[in-house]
């Protein structure tokens, strides 16, 4: 069976990806920063299809992701997929942002990139595979009025990862970011209706994307040949 770890796993894109993944039978390393009860609900409720472990803590810090990683190792032997999907918004002028605001949002969007990846890739060395998915946002690509730090991160996020590649592509291991538009999440529920409909109207497809489309699309990426690689996908339903 094939192991995979996914930060931010209890609510939006990363939970669709556990149930998702558990579904197509991988063995499950789950973490979460901010709801100890959330992610105890999303082990038990996955527990019943497959195999089960969770790491609480905040991956903007680097034991969080030494200590998910190991005990991955130390449960399921390998680890196969590293799926980067933590990450938190801020919306508001860049002037009125405080610099604390700035390194929070840097360490759980960006930081965490790097620690979750540091912290894998030699175990992805030892067996010359693995692939490592990279979760991004059109803004990261354009940029956003009034988002100009999360732009910043999801920018970095997309040159590390085709650097990234690069670097890890001599030793059969892939490396790629999805590029998404808007999905109907939690990060996305401080618009009201009336925003929501002026927001789908300007999507050629005339709607958000479902958190569940969101992790249908990311299998496929996972499960493409390794020859995939350096790439940022875009997944928008045209809007860009």
């Known amino acids: ?117 540091k912290a894998v890739i030699p175990h992805m060395l030892h067996r010359h595979s693995g692939k490592i998915l990279n979760i991004s946002s059109v803004w990261g690509e354009v940029g956003a009025s009034c988002e100009a730090a999360y732009s910043a991160s999801k920018g970095a996020i997309n040159a590390l990862t085709k650097a990234l590649a690069k670097e890890l592509a001599p030793s059969h291991i892939s490396v790629n970011g999805i590029s998404f538009g808007v999905i109907d999440t939690d990060m996305n529920r401080c618009f009201d209706e009336e925003e929501r409909a002026a927001l789908s109207e300007e999507i050629p497809y005339g709607r958000f994307a479902s958190p569940e489309e969101a992790a249908a699309f990311c299998y496929q990426i996972t499960e493409s040949p390794e020859y995939l690689t350096g790439q940022i996908i875009r997944f928008d339903g045209g809007w860009i």
């Open 1 to 117: 069976m094939k192991s995979i770890l996914i930060t931010g796993a209890t609510r939006g894109i990363g939970l669709a990806l556990a149930r998702f993944y558990a579904d197509k039978g991988y063995c499950l390393t789950l973490n979460g920063g901010h709801d100890k009860d959330a992610l105890a609900a999303v082990e038990k409720e996955l527990s019943k299809k497959t195999r089960v472990i969770s790491c609480f803590g905040s991956v903007a810090e680097e034991k969080t992701a030494i200590t998910m990683t190991q005990k991955a190792m130390d449960t399921f032997g390998q680890i196969d997929l590293l799926i980067n999907n933590a990450g938190i918004s801020h919306i508001g002028l860049l002037s009125d942002m405080t610099s604390e605001e700035w390194h929070t949002l840097m360490g759980t969007n960006l930081d965490s990139v790097f620690y979750m990846s």
